[in-house]
């Protein structure tokens, strides 16, 4: 095979091409119950144990709508601005394949619960891309196949398969974007914080663990390229397998970068389902739609229409919790955080904990400081995260209080940071016990800096020629003999006084 | 001594109660007339001798103790039709695709006869999947029609109509998606009802057309389908599409009919049901039943419902669109046949060639109809009208019964023709269903009752009667009344020739 420049430059592609983007992302709810059943709906488990007649397809079987699904549904399509439907069904989606136990997929098709929304997006420099959401739909997740034997895990080379029907009917969530378009060289970046706003987004609403690691949030990031100029979208592919945030950005530029070698050299690009390697930041072809899969859908005979009442749709939309962008826009405002700052402080993941800490009386720089710097260190010394620590928000506020009163040092705080994530019980029990008071006894000082000031007369000397800077020797040494219990401010003051006396 | 299996369900119920005979006795003299005449009938595809002695002395024993009959046909024994699951006990459809299938779940009907103390002799036999109107098409033999033996039972239901006729059973479950349950009860001088569409529960009823597969009662008197109708009737919450309403009181409204006057009842002929097509015998019955209704009391109309006619065409898209849905999940991975399962094929081949063998052609015919029909560019064109015609014959019935309480035709339009002679000609008997097909578009109650012998052939004809949605009472009042005026003809089925006593 001759050597053949399979990408292209990426600074050449955005020169030359406009990138249209599609997002298709899955999130499995995280009700207790399935779909369609009352079988748990649980990650993992012995194979073949979350299974009843339902999701197992069994003759005779039906299945019964889980109205925490349709509330899971209107809630994510509420908190995406969505129209919530005042009439819709399930439809049958039919094709055959082993890990679907009806050979059908109970899902949405032209009736979704929710349809018409957007998604405000932040990009890594606080600028603000609105996604707009063509629609969000209810429908079932499959059953896992496992290929056996063979070097990918993939069915062609296996040996033979196996099948878990555990997820068979787990409630999924499908949200799909509309064409995002006019984003150039930032749309593998607008990839990704699209799937990171739409992730914050759905943790907030707490209706799914939006694990991308255990599929529990999948993206499939549909690409195609039209030529500078043109309007007229370009043939797509749909990338699968992409299991990271950085994967999204990742897997979209590969896209880009292969398409456009494809069509500069002539030729066309193919219709069809890619994988990504996550190994190599590759994607490779899937299977081919030669023909459109005709999947047959007519509304579900099985399930009756679905018609949530306003009031309800009113009343769940009373339960949405504050969103992402709005609590970012919110503490900027009240924390005057620059951009900057605000990135940071929402990268550390602390966030939670530093409001909680203002709640509990702590300044925010203060609180803010304390989780992002110092705390953020020993947690990432003992490979935890940061909420594990064992220290709450009301004893990291109580330490900056003792800071703010002057009864503790910043060097004396953190020595009583570290007693309580050792165990030794509340800050001010830590104080009492490793006896970290400040000495502000002013007579216990001043022995300590007539004793430093006899040390070193020459800098004594200094300091009374007018060399008031020269006093930071004697404050050093005063600390150093009081194991830094004393208060450096007063400890200058004492200095002065003594030498000028 | 009185031969048990000439006795009605009601009156078996009143003996058992009144402890006069045991149930165990009336449960064995079914089986041992099973055993001297199912060979010649072949009205059961599985009989479960060991579990209907069980369930009868278990009532036996409770009544013995002084308790309460738990239903009003507690130790009456019953024929299942093949298509409703029975835990541990095979259920095939009468499809090879099911032979060694064993259930591990009751269906819902199932389980309420089990709870009302209804011993269940075995399961009978029927078209593939319910598909048919002659019982032809069931992988294990034709059923025989106990009234002539090279005569068809029809179908589906054959198998649950001709144990009744054949006395080998008092009560039978049927399934009716286009009439099989009226059209098997018409040939055999039977009594069916397909109650309203949700007004028994799908949950265990394998599934041939979703939206028109209903269970029902099948008997030899009308008050014994009442009877019957109770026990199974009602909401149940694994069934979506079932309604959350009571009972109509049919069991009231049969012995109401009893009485014999039909006074103030108004009822309705369907003036499109009758003419070219209908064999003169069942004409002439027909209308002898007409006069009678108006000897009762009952006020006759003429009424058009010109949407009727295109019933068929219509029924014929709907049912295997579904169907071909539906049927998907016998795929070979999970239960059932499987084929050729020999290391050398794919699963997708295994699926292919086991589908080849499991279904006979009928089954096959009607997977390929509903496929193309759902297919995309057709869809709009076949289901889509289709639905529509669905509407209008709705709205034909609805129009109907603002000027009458029932509507009546006749069941069929032949009586039992000959094993055979419709098989190659699908259309021919499809015809058989003409006037049942209607009221399970619409969704309506209807009922066979046995309205005498074809004046030529010396037959059973079957007098149709049809009532509003959750009307179903009407139908008992109407039956009963008109079965009092008839007077008995299943005294009149010939003794099973070439059967030794």
Known sequence: MTAVAEVMDY????????????????VELNTKTKMFCGCPNEFGGEPNTHVCPTCLGLPGALPVLNGKGVEGAIRIGLALHCEIAEWCR???KNYFYPDMPKNFQTSQYDEPIAFNGYLDVTLDDGEVVRVQ???????????????????????????HSLLDYNRAGVPLIEIV??????MGERAPEVARAYVTALRDLLLALDVSDVRMDQGSLRCDANVSLMPKGSSEFGTRTETKNVNSFRS??????????????????????????????????????????????????????DLVPIAPAREWVEELRGTLPEMPAARRKRIQTEWSLSAEELRDLFNSGAVDLVEATVAEGAKPNDARSWWVNFLAQEANARETELAALPITPAQVARVAALVDSGELTNKLARE??????????????????????????????????????AAQPDIADKIRGGKVQAAGAIVGAVMKATKGQADAKRVRELIIERVGA | MTDLTRLSAAELAEKIHAREVSSAEVTQAHLDRIGQVDDFVHAFLHVDAEGALAAARAVDSALADGQAPVSPIAGVPLALKDVLTTEGVPTTCGSKTLEHWIPPYDATVTRKLREAGVPILGKTNMDEFAMGSSTENSAFGPTHNPWDHARIPGGSGGGSAASLAAFEAPLAIGTDTGGSIRQPGAVTGTVGVKPTYGGVSRYGLVAFSSSLDQAGPCARTVLDAALLHEVIGGWDPLDSTSIDAPVPPVVAAAREGLRGDLTGVKVGVVKEFSGEGYQG??????????????????????????NFVYALPAYYLIAPSECSSNLARFDAMRYGLRVADDGSHSAEEVMSLTREAGFGPEVKRRIMLGTYALSSGYYDAYYGSAQKVRTLISRDFEAAFEKVDVLVSPTTPTTAFKIGERVDDPMAMYLADLCTIPSNLAGNAAMSVPSGLSDEDGLPVGLQIMAPALADDRLYRVGAAYEVARG??????????GVSA
């Open chain 2, 488 to 497: 008995s003809i299943t005294d009149r089925v010939p003794e099973l020739k």
């Open chain 1, 90 to 92: 399930f439809a049958r």
């Open chain 1, 133 to 159: 959401i063509e629609r969000a739909h209810m429908e079932e997740d499959t059953g896992k196949s496992l290929h056996v034997g063979g070097a990918t895990g993939r069915i062609h080379g296996a040996e």
């Open chain 2, 281 to 306: 015998g069942v004409q002439r019955s027909f209308e002898g039943a007409v006069e009678q209704l108006k000897a009762l009391g009952a006020e006759v109309v003429e009424v058009s419902c010109p």
């Open chain 1, 11 to 26: 600074a050449e592609v955005v020169e030359r091409f406009d990138p249209v983007l599609g997002l298709e992302v899955h």
């Open chain 1, 177 to 182: 974007t509309k064409p995002i378009v006019g």
């Open chain 1, 416 to 453: 009583v940071v570290k007693g309580v994530l050792a165990g030794e019980g509340e800050p001010d029990e830590v104080v009492e016990k490793r006896g970290l008071k400040v000495v502000s006894d002013d007579s216990a000082l001043l022995a300590a800096v007539d004793e430093a000031l």
């Open chain 1, 248 to 301: 999204v950005e990742r897997a979209v530029r590969y896209e880009m970068t292969r398409q456009a070698a494809v069509l500069v050299s002539g030729g066309t690009v193919t219709q069809e389902t890619r994988h990504f390697q996550e190994a190599d930041g590759t994607t490779s072809s899937g299977r081919t739609k030669e023909t459109a899969e005709d999947y047959r859908y007519f509304p579900e005979p």
